[in-house]
């Protein structure tokens, strides 16, 4: 039989407070799950911005440090005329690149780069500019790859350098021994190709890493790989070319030595 209200909650009530209970706990549940789900998703925000600011300015050293291997004034001139007629806009993480576009800074590149136009144009006198620019090259993509690192943790920085160095020297010593390949031939023209086909690559090269600085990243590595791939191929037959060359005067001497002993 049922009791008096006073004494049990009717049925229904205990039904609808049960209920009422459950999707309190189910909303705070709810909102909870929801509070952990934005935390995490802003932290992974956080950590995908702190990623892309790392891959950008390792894209832009090492890019800047490649090409300076190839041609290090004209590296340092075009990006110098970005910076100083504001074509490029420098985010607060690039203000270090600001001093390339100083005039100073833009006449001593353009007059280098001037010299180096045409030296590098000449069989034989550009693989003596290439054999005095060995150590200068090198450095001189250190340097800009350190200004494009900015203000990234020092141990990001040392090992930005110390590939930016290697970097630097891989494609110094691919564009040194591919010329002296090429001067090996008797015609000039190849030279002239190939001193046009490397400013093209700077400058194609620039505009890559300034606009598209994580793909630049990619693409530089990829080329890097593959010239540590072929650089020993380059380097056994620049020395049998070298072997040749001297083979071949050391025969001319043989044979102008007996003659002269002969008239003596």
Not at 165 to 180: D, N, P, Y
Request: aromatic share 8%; hydrophobic share 50%.
């Amino acid at each position: 039989m049922r009791r008096s209200s006073g004494a049990f909650e009717s049925p229904p009530a205990c039904e609808k407070l049960q209920r009422t209970g459950a999707l309190q706990n189910a909303g705070a549940t709810y909102h909870s799950k929801m509070r952990r789900i934005l935390f995490l998703a802003h932290c992974g925000h956080l950590w995908y911005q702190a990623l892309m600011q790392i891959l950008e300015q390792m894209g832009l050293a090492l890019g800047l440090a490649s090409l300076a291997g190839l041609n290090l004034y004209l590296t340092v001139f075009l990006t110098g005329l970005l910076v100083r007629f504001d074509a490029l806009h420098l985010a607060a993480k690039y203000q270090n690149l600001e001093v390339l576009g100083h005039d100073w800074v833009l006449i001593a590149a353009g007059i280098l780069y001037a010299i180096e136009f045409v030296a590098d144009k000449v069989p034989w006198l550009d693989s003596l500019w290439d054999s005095i620019h060995t150590l200068i090259r090198p450095i001189g993509g250190t340097i800009l790859a350190a200004q494009a690192l900015g203000n990234l943790p020092p141990h990001i920085e040392m090992i930005g350098a110390l590939l930016a160095g290697g970097a630097a020297l891989t494609t110094h010593s691919a564009k040194a021994g591919t010329r002296l390949l090429a001067n090996h031939s008797p015609e000039p023209a190849s030279n002239i190709v190939l001193s046009l086909a490397e400013d093209i690559t700077v400058v194609a090269g620039t505009l890559l890493m300034l606009l598209k600085p994580v793909l630049a990243l990619c693409i530089f590595s990829a080329a890097l790989i593959i010239l540590w791939l072929i650089l020993p191929r380059i380097f056994r037959v620049v020395r049998r070319s070298f072997e040749i060359v001297r083979n071949k005067w050391r025969a001319v001497f043989q044979r102008a030595t007996p003659a002269t002993n002969a008239h003596a």
